[in-house]
């Protein structure tokens, strides 16, 4: 009877003075070690992947109420369709597997107030995984959210005053959103993290949250994206104070990176560290938020980019892409086309002041820089400064000043420019070019070094170094001024060998600096008269090496007339100055004149 006394003492889940408290275990009892210690399995929870979502959820709210971690098990599953992680929480995942079980469009789990939760895996099979919420406070450590399906729905939304995030997601479209889900332009401060995505449409929108610091990965194209231009890899609405210390973005569906204008506040006070993009189906690097909230005061230390305007409409191809904003720098810039053909623009801008680029290089673009009126909004392009530019291009005009309902001015480009480009630089071709303010170009010209459409009174300022060469037989290098209506001064193209003709032959006799051996003259395109001419010409009286200058004529001017406009220097490079539509040449004692073209006859005048 005793024993049947004590087995039935043992056994009694009721009464707090029996069961577990008559067991003991080291210095206390087994009660005082499950209060100390609950565990799962003290309310039925099994972890073998059926839906226990009202037992864990009595598990998290006991365990905030008594202040102890709630501790699940590794290699077990929990299936559920709400989890509601109590205010000041603690999850410890340990690598638990958390299933998401039905389709849902409310929230899959609510992470409380200032709770944490570590090491915590969400998988699903569904279609819909729900929205999830991390609220004020929260931190998310080593989370993550796995879809064994090729592309679901599902955002985890972040309390931009959540404390710090850690988390990846594969296979979900559209992963992380901040925002205040109450009130967006409340906003909120101070988030924290580490954010990966694998196979998304858009990884990231953030939306008035300010003070945060978040590093970035993302690559990968969901299957329900395309190769036309949709969401962005990162879209950033009225943020201020906040870094990006590194960021890695390949694969998005339109721009890498998107300043945007959908809420009404500005973005200011930000900073880019080390950002690398690829394949991304827009520009590198977009802000358009609109002109009534501008975005300002931002640096981007580091852009380094491979195929941008990666998508099958060929839209929105460009490396950088401004308008709507106002103090913004970039250190140092590249991009490479490897698997797409080229950019159509290397930085496109409307509605900018005060933009600097300390260093940008272009393997492949169209143009490198356009001013343009495009639908982000009309507005001045002032204050552009562009210190050590480099680019390969293959338009008409690498640097295009378009006919625009804007005025540009305060600009300084210096750039090395290469290609099959046939003008360095050209204004509106009706020649309305509005400028309000100087335009300075310092242009080492390798490919074409005319430009056009720029009038006598435009202020537009070039020192152009041109490159020349004479090889096998061809001429490479153009050189070139125009006025609205104007012809070229000089602009050989490739000339054949057979086309050539001796001119301002000296005789042998004739030595020393000035004296000039045979020349070769270029006829102008699509006439038979003389246009420049290039001669070998001694420079030194101690040397024996010549070098070659350039003579120029119009369709009229006869050999007598042609007047010498520069030396190639020994780099192989004449440097030339054009202000406004004309050549700027000085003479042997300093004076400058003005050297232009007009109706086929060379023009030289004082300034």
Known sequence: MADDALRGDLANATDPAKGAALVGYKHATAAAIFRTVPIPANYGIVGNGSNETQAINAYLADMAAIGYPARFE?????????????????????????????NTSTYTFNIGEHACVEDFLVTTDRTNIGSMMMQVGASLKGGRIISSLPAIDGTLFIHPSAAYIDCEAVNVDRPFHVQNRTNVLAGGTGLNGRLKAQNYIRALRIDAADDWNLELDFSGKSPDANFEPAHNGVLINGCQRFRIPRASIADSGEHAI????????????????????????????????????????????????????????????????????????FGYGSHRCIETSLLTCAVQLNGTENVRINHISIDNCGEFVRFVDEGDGPGD??????????????????????????????????????????????????????????????????????????????????????????????????????????????????VPESS??????????VAGPGSFGSALEFARPGSTRRGAAVAMEQISTFAPYTGLSVWAGGDQTPTSAMRKIGTFRYDGFLELTYVGGGLIMPDANGNKYRVTIANGALSVNPI
């Open 500 to 509: 050539m003709t001796t001119v301002l032959t000296s005789p042998d006799s």
């Open 258 to 329: 998107r300043f945007g204008g959908d809420i009404d506040r500005e973005s200011t006070d930000w900073f880019f560290g080390d950002v690398r993009t690829k394949r991304t189906g827009g520009c590198s690097f977009k802000i358009n938020p609109g002109n009534t909230f501008p975005t300002r005061r931002g640096h981007v230390d580091t852009l380094i980019s491979e195929d941008a305007g990666y998508n099958t409409a060929g839209r929105n191809r460009e490396f950088i892409r401004l308008s709507g904003c106002q103090d913004i720098s």
């Open 381 to 494: 392009v002032t204050g552009l400064q562009i210190l050590d530019g480099s680019a390969q291009c293959s338009a008409t005009a690498a640097i295009q000043i378009q006919k625009t309902s804007y005025n540009v001015g305060d600009v300084y480009i210096r750039a090395t420019l290469s290609g099959s480009y046939t003008y360095y630089a050209q204004g509106a071709s009706d020649g309305t070019t509005k400028l309000n303010g100087p335009v300075f170009l310092d242009v080492c010209a390798r490919g074409g070094a005319a430009q056009r459409y720029f009038l006598e009174t435009d202020d537009v300022q070039v020192r152009v170094r041109v490159g020349a060469r004479i090889y096998e037989g061809h001429v490479t290098g153009r050189i070139a001024s125009y006025r609205a209506t104007g012809t070229p001064v000089f602009d050989p193209g490739n």
């Open 74 to 102: 590794r290699g077990a599953v929990y299936g559920f369709d709400g989890l509601v992680i109590p205010a000041g929480a603690i999850l410890e995942g340990h690598g638990a597997e958390f299933k998401a079980l039905g």
